[in-house]
């Protein structure tokens, strides 16, 4: 018995072609009809349009050249002081972008504990007015502290780091006032001129100003009634002037103690 002939299949493509074809057809025309229905906010549109145009042209065939550069309509990628531009285009050193919105939050943030360190050193000050300190005590601000300053003078003789006697009841009055209005870390730094130490116990400046913090550090722990988990000595040495070593008088402000008192919205 001769074999059946099978029968070709119909010419042209199959059928679940047919079917997934009419299926795309219909999501491209559900999704141009959500779009034509949504609304594009004109202003802000036009605001972008803007922006984009002033910095590269990229809504003038590119016809602007950064600098000296070439002109990126010429499709070059050469562009001079590259780095620069971008970091004037609102790019961070690190090459991202800062939303603007972050710096909108950062400057808040910093006029805030700005705000807050003013307000902390006028109670400080008021505090020094009424002990009669505000000769021997210096005071000022920034976001993160209110500094106080002691001239090295009077707390130590030359090339020394034990506290004078008369010192100790100045100390006394200033730690009474860091107890009371110190609600964040303190630190306490010694700073000196940069005349090299010779012939003394200290072989540096380091030393000297690292010594002169500790003691003071120790008396205010000791007198003060400060917790020692929140005081930090440091010696900055001779790398931190407020004035000219040229002069006796600058390097005599150099010697110095300073009080950092930072306050409660600190990242400290």
């Known amino acids: 018995m001769a074999k059946k002939k099978e029968e070709a299949p119909p010419p042209g493509s199959p059928a679940w072609m047919a079917t997934f074809g009419d299926m795309m057809n219909l999501l491209l025309c559900f999704f141009v009809l959500l779009f034509s229905m949504s609304e594009v906010d004109a202003t802000k549109y036009e605001a972008m349009v803007q922006s984009m145009t002033n910095t590269v042209s990229i809504f003038s065939q590119g016809a602007t050249a950064i600098g000296e550069g070439i002109l990126i309509s010429n499709g070059a990628s050469q562009l001079n002081d590259l780095a620069e531009y971008i970091n004037s285009t609102g790019l961070s050193n690190e090459g991202e972008a800062i939303p603007q919105d972050l710096k909108s939050a950062e400057a808040e943030v910093e006029q805030a504990q700005l705000e807050e360190s003013e307000d902390l050193a006028g109670k400080i000050e008021e505090a020094l007015q009424e ?20 001239s090295g003078a009077l707390l130590f003789d030359s090339g020394s780091v034990e506290l004078k006697i008369d010192a100790m009841a100045l100390l006394d009055q200033v730690g009474a006032i860091v107890d009371r209005y110190a609600e964040g870390t303190i630190q306490i730094e010694g700073h000196t001129d940069n005349v090299p ?9 380091v030393e ?3 010594g002169r913090a500790y003691s003071v550090f120790v008396y205010l722990i000791n007198n003060a009634a400060l917790d020692p988990r ?18 006796e008088e600058g390097r005599a402000k150099n010697r110095r103690v300073e009080i ?3 306050n409660s919205l600190s990242s400290y």
């Not at 300190?133 to 002691?150: C, P, R, S």
């Not at 130490?197 to 400046?205: P, V």
């Not at 929140?230 to 002069?247: L, Q």
């Open 131 to 150: 002990q009669n300190l505000g000769d021997e005590v210096q005071i000022e601000f920034t976001a993160q502290y209110v500094q106080l300053t002691l």
């Open 197 to 205: 130490m010779a012939g003394a116990k200290y072989s540096n400046n």
């Open 208 to 210: 000297l100003s690292s």
């Open 230 to 247: 929140r005081v930090i000595p440091a010696g900055r040495g001779e790398y931190i002037p407020i004035a000219s070593n040229e002069t």
């Open 260 to 262: 950092k008192i930072y």
